[in-house]
C-alpha cells in the first residue's frame, strides 16, 4: 500500500515545472533562442561576486568540519549574523535564539504551518497564490480557505479574511511582493488586516498567526515593503536567498519568531519540532557558512527592473493589460479570453510560455517570469504582438 493523498501530489505535478520541463524539450527541438520560458522563477542574473568568494573560503575548512553536521536549527554564529543583519534594517533586537534555518523557503513553511496547525485547522491564503501553499497547508492536515486580493489594487481583501476566519482558523499567509501579481502591500493595508487579527484572536480565545513569506523582498521598484512583525505581534516570517542572492537550487532559508510574538519561547520549540518531524534539519552547511559572508550582499535589481520596462513596453503596445508590479519578478497579465488553460495553448503554438492563473487559485490571467535573460524578453515581443492580432482578427471575424 502507498500513501494515496502523497500519490495524488505526485501524479497532479506542479504546472509551472511541468511548463518549465516542455520548455527544455523544445529548447532542444528547436534551438533556446525560439522558445520563450517564462514559467520558472529562476533568477538568470548570476549569483554576486560575493557568493563565490565565501564559497572559496568556505572550501579552505578542514573537510569533516566544512561537510559534517550543524546544530539542528543552524550554526549559531550564523543565525547571529542574520539577526544583526535584521536588526540594523528594521530596528530590532533578535538574537541567534529567534532563527531557524532551513533548506529554502519550501521547508521554511511547511515548517512554520506544521508548528502552529493542528489537524482540522483552517489557513487562509489570498489568491492568486503560490500553488504550493496548499500542499503545504493540507500536508499538515488543515484546509486551505481561498480569500480573492483586492480585484483593482491586489492587495489583501481585509473585509474578505475577516468573513473567512472562522473557529478553525490557525493562521493567514501573506506574501509581499507578491508571487504572482508583483503587488506590495501597504502599511496601511496590513495595520487594518492585523486589526482584523487581533480582533478575531480575542473573539476566538486562540491565535490567529500571520505567516509571511518573503523571498522576493529584496527585489522591489521603489515600493516600501513594510516590516510585519512590528505591525502584528503574531507573524512569523519565512525568509529565502533564491531570489535575493540568485541561489534558488542551493536552498538555504530561515524562520523568524520575533520575541514579540506571545508564547515565542513554545513557538519556536514548535518550529524545531516541525523540522525534526518533517526531516527538515540541518540546512546545507555550506551555504550556512556562504550566508554569513553574504547576508547583507544587494540584490541586482536593475536587471529585473530593465525586462520589466522593456515587457511592460511591448506588451502594452500589443494591447495586453496587467498589474504594474511593484516588486518580485512576474508580469500578471490578462489573458484574450475567459480560460487562462485555453489562451496558454494558444501561446504555446507561438512558443510562448507562461503559467495559466488556473495554477495560482484564480482564472482568466497569466504569469510571465521575467527573470530571463533580456535577449528573451525582447524576441518574444513578436510572438506576443503576432498573438494578439490573432485574437483581434478572430474578433472581427465573429462580429
Given amino acids: ?51 563565490r568568494a565565501a564559497i572559496e573560503r568556505a ?13 539542528a536549527a543552524g550554526l549559531p554564529a550564523v543565525r547571529e549574523a542574520v539577526a544583526a543583519s535584521l536588526n540594523r534594517r528594521f530596528n ?21 504551518i506544521s508548528a502552529i496547525t493542528r489537524p482540522g485547522d483552517e489557513v487562509v491564503v489570498i489568491a492568486p497564490y503560490f500553488p504550493e501553499y496548499r500542499v503545504w497547508i493540507e500536508s499538515a492536515g488543515c484546509t486551505c480557505v481561498e480569500v480573492l486580493a483586492d480585484r483593482s489594487t491586489f492587495e489583501i481583501d481585509v473585509d474578505a479574511v475577516r468573513r473567512a476566519i472562522g473557529p478553525r482558523t490557525s493562521a493567514v499567509i501573506v506574501n509581499s511582493p507578491n508571487n504572482p501579481t508583483g503587488a506590495v502591500y501597504s502599511r496601511e493595508n496590513l495595520e487594518r488586516l492585523a ?3 487581533n480582533k478575531k484572536s480575542c473573539e476566538l480565545c486562540r491565535p490567529v498567526y500571520l505567516i ?25 516570517v519565512c525568509y529565502s536567498y ?13 524562520v523568524l519568531v520575533p520575541d514579540t510574538c506571545p508564547d515565542a519561547g513554545r513557538v519556536m520549540l514548535a518550529v524545531a519540532g516541525a523540522g525534526r518531524a518533517l526531516g527538515f534539519v540541518c540546512a546545507p552547511a555550506l551555504f550556512q557558512r556562504v550566508l554569513a559572508d553574504c547576508v547583507d550582499v544587494p540584490s541586482d535589481v536593475e536587471a529585473y527592473a530593465r525586462n520589466r520596462d522593456a515587457l511592460c513596453q511591448g506588451l502594452s503596445d500589443a ?22 488553460e485555453a489562451f496558454f495553448r494558444r501561446a504555446r503554438d507561438h512558443e510562448l510560455l507562461p ?35 490573432e485574437y483581434r482578427a478572430q474578433g472581427e471575424e465573429q462580429a
Fill in 1 to 51: 500500500m502507498i500513501n494515496e493523498k502523497m500519490y495524488g501530489y505526485g501524479a497532479a505535478k506542479s504546472a509551472i515545472r511541468e511548463i518549465s520541463a516542455y520548455a527544455a524539450r523544445r529548447k532542444a527541438q528547436i534551438g533556446a533562442e525560439n522558445v520563450f520560458d517564462f514559467s520558472l522563477g529562476n533568477p538568470s542574473v548570476p549569483a554576486p561576486d560575493e557568493v
Fill in 59 to 71: 572550501l579552505e575548512l578542514p573537510p569533516t568540519e566544512l561537510h559534517g553536521y550543524t546544530p
Fill in 92 to 112: 530590532t533586537a533578535y538574537t541567534a535564539d529567534n532563527l531557524y534555518l532551513t533548506a529554502g523557503a519550501a521547508a521554511s513553511l511547511s515548517i512554520t
Fill in 195 to 197: 486589526a482584523v487579527l
Fill in 212 to 236: 509571511c513569506d518573503e523571498p522576493y523582498r529584496e527585489i522591489t521598484y521603489g515600493a516600501e515593503v513594510p516590516w510585519v512583525p512590528s505591525i502584528y505581534a503574531r507573524t512569523l
Fill in 242 to 254: 533564491s531570489k535575493s542572492l540568485s541561489l534558488p537550487g542551493e536552498r538555504i532559508g530561515w
Fill in 319 to 340: 494591447g495586453y493589460t496587467y498589474v504594474e508590479p511593484e516588486g518580485a519578478f512576474y508580469l500578471w497579465v490578462r489573458a484574450l479570453e475567459p480560460d487562462a
Fill in 355 to 389: 503559467v495559466p492563473s488556473t495554477s495560482f487559485g484564480v482564472p482568466g490571467w497569466v504569469r510571465v517570469g521575467y527573470c530571463v535573460s533580456y535577449e528573451t524578453i525582447t524576441g518574444s515581443l513578436p510572438a506576443w504582438r503576432a498573438l494578439a492580432d
